[in-house]
Each structure stands twice: as structure tokens, then as C-alpha cells.
């Protein structure tokens, strides 16, 4: 099969490494985001897929604008015989994805119709979600409600963060991706409609979906810093210092008063909710890599103490 491949994050990086590793297919171009300013230098840094890209010498695109009938219409002339997208990040049109001989394929990272839309993954874990998965469908113009392929489950489990259960759905995917586009033309005969009953939609995370209040249940706070990991974070200010919550779990042994460092030591960090306790596993100081609580205690013993109060 000819592949054009349309992907920006991590998880497209690695589903697209393996088309490339697995050499059953050709990869005839590769549409990514334009490169976006990052760090404190706001320097343009290239997307995981771009970055692969280059490394393996494929023809790529980064247009302003997919609608654009420039861009359009240099695409038309790889003649691909299916459009692969995965979080791509933005909308294509109708053209752009009936011009492949056998159409577009999305691979969505959630149970559709369950969770179309931006956020599939964080959704899932900050609705305490017990499993989720993958659906490779055909794009229509409407917002990831084409009819549906394969559906393969994942487990969530109770301390999986974004970039945890990213991570197994990105192995999945890149596992089965290259038989299911040798079948593909054998399978859009049979595809399931969904449906629309059942169909939810969730919106991109934003900063205003990292804030926490400590007099929340500890089971929710808990699932909002499991599922802001890696971005966009839940970040926290004790003494003047900031430091970013990487990973949680309930403890329901310890209570203290909402935001109060109930115990602090090389064993555990646990912080007083609204009923329970939420323990954090991960974390780090603001702009430094993310550490266990034993590392982290190493170096931060000095700085926060039992009694400080989360502001």
C-alpha cells in the first residue's frame, strides 16, 4: 500500500515509525503541524512526527492551512491508496480525504462512538474510566463519526496517567497498524456504523482544566493530576516553591485538613483532600525531570515540611 501518513504527537511518531520499521508498506508523504515555539527560549521546536520524518528521509508537509487548495492539490499528486491520520490536530476536508483510492483511516485513541474529539485519553481517566482502546474507522467530514473497522480494548488502571496509557496505546496501535492496512481494502465493505445514541464528544484540556481544589473528594483530585500528566500539568506552590504533580493514588489511612502536607518522608508525600488523603507517587520541581518520592525527598527534604499548607 502507498501510505500518506497525517500525525503530529508521540503516539503518531510511533505508530508511524513502525510503518516504516515493518516495510510492508510505502510511505509516500507525511503531513504534520507546523513547527510551534516552546521552552522559556520560545524556540520553533519540530513535532515528534516531523522529527522521525527527517530522520528517515520521507517526503514531508507542514501546511498553514490542510484546507488550502494549494495544499490540496500538491497532495493529489502522491496518488496514495489510503490516507493514515492519527491526532493529526486538525480538521481535513471532504476532498482531501476521498482523494486516496481507498479512503482515509483514522485510528482514534478511545471506544467510539465514546469520547470523539481532542481529549480521548484524559477524558477517559479524569471520568475514572475502567478501560478504553483503539478504533480504526473511515473519516467522513463529520467530527470522528465515520463508520468503524476494529476496536481493540485497553485496561485503565487505577494509577495510569495520560502519558501511561498514551504510551499502551501507542504499542497497540503500532502492533496492529500495518496488518490492518494490508486489509483495508478487504474490510471497508464490512465497516459498523455507529451510534449516535451513544456518542459523547470531549473537548481539548486546557489550563483551566489543571486546577484542583482541596476540599474536593481525594478520588477526584487524584484522577485530575493522573490525567494532566504530561500537559498540561497540575502545578502547586508550597513555601514559594513550584513544583509539578505527576502521578497520584488515594490513600484513605491518612486525613488531614484540604492542601495540608499530612506525612513528608523518603516513603511518601501525601496531602490532605476533602475527605481521604491523595498520595503523590511522581513529581518534580518546576522545569526539572519528573522523580520518585524517594529521589525527590533527597533533594527537597529541607524544603517542604508536615503542616505547610498548599497555596
Known amino acids: 500500500m502507498k501510505i500518506a501518513f497525517a500525525g503530529t504527537p508521540e503516539i503518531a511518531a510511533t505508530i508511524l515509525q513502525s510503518i516504516i520499521d515493518k516495510k510492508d508498506h510505502q510511505v509516500v508523504c507525511v503531513i504534520t503541524s507546523v513547527d510551534k515555539p516552546s521552552g522559556r527560549g520560545r524556540k520553533l521546536k519540530p513535532s515528534p512526527v516531523k522529527k522521525i520524518s527527517l530522520e528517515n528521509n520521507l517526503t514531508l508537509m507542514q501546511p498553514d492551512s490542510p484546507k488550502s487548495e494549494e495544499f490540496i492539490d500538491e497532495f493529489k499528486n502522491y496518488q496514495c491508496d489510503v490516507l493514515l491520520v492519527v491526532a493529526?490536530?486538525?480538521?481535513?476536508?471532504?476532498?482531501l480525504l476521498e482523494t486516496p483510492q481507498y479512503g482515509s483511516v483514522n485510528i482514534h485513541a478511545s471506544l467510539l462512538p465514546k469520547y470523539r474529539g481532542a481529549a480521548?485519553?484524559?477524558r477517559a481517566i479524569l471520568n475514572g474510566d475502567k478501560k478504553s482502546g483503539l478504533t480504526f474507522m473511515k473519516m467522513t467530514k463529520g467530527l470522528d463519526s465515520g463508520p468503524m473497522s476494529k476496536r481493540f480494548e485497553i485496561k485503565i488502571e487505577k494509577d495510569d496517567t495520560t502519558a501511561d496509557l498514551t504510551s499502551k496505546m501507542a504499542s497497540l496501535a503500532a502492533k496492529e497498524v500495518n496488518k490492518f492496512c494490508s486489509?483495508?481494502?478487504?474490510?471497508?465493505?464490512?465497516?459498523e456504523e455507529q451510534n449516535e445514541t451513544d456518542a459523547s464528544y470531549c473537548p481539548k484540556i486546557t489550563r483551566n482544566d489543571a486546577v484542583i481544589e482541596w476540599s474536593?473528594?481525594?478520588?477526584?483530585i487524584s484522577k485530575?493530576?493522573?490525567?494532566?500528566y504530561p500537559n498540561p500539568i497540575i502545578s502547586i506552590d508550597i513555601n514559594g516553591i513550584g513544583i509539578n504533580l505527576c502521578k497520584s493514588k488515594v490513600n484513605k489511612?491518612?486525613?488531614?485538613?484540604?492542601?495540608?502536607i499530612i506525612?513528608?518522608?523518603?516513603n511518601i508525600l501525601a496531602i490532605g483532600c476533602g475527605d481521604f488523603a491523595v498520595e503523590v507517587t511522581e513529581l518534580c520541581r518546576t522545569g526539572k525531570n519528573k522523580l520518585s518520592?524517594?529521589?525527590?525527598?533527597?533533594?527537597?527534604?529541607?524544603l517542604l515540611k508536615e503542616g505547610d499548607i498548599i497555596s
Open 293 to 302: 518520592i524517594k529521589d525527590f525527598y533527597n533533594g527537597a527534604q529541607k
Open 253 to 260: 489511612k491518612l486525613i488531614g485538613d484540604p492542601g495540608e
Open 120 to 122: 480521548p485519553i484524559q
Open 224 to 228: 485530575t493530576i493522573n490525567a494532566m
Open 216 to 220: 474536593d473528594k481525594a478520588k477526584k
Open 88 to 95: 493529526y490536530g486538525h480538521i481535513l476536508t471532504e476532498e
Open 263 to 266: 506525612e513528608f518522608n523518603k
Open 183 to 191: 486489509d483495508w481494502p478487504n474490510l471497508i465493505d464490512s465497516l
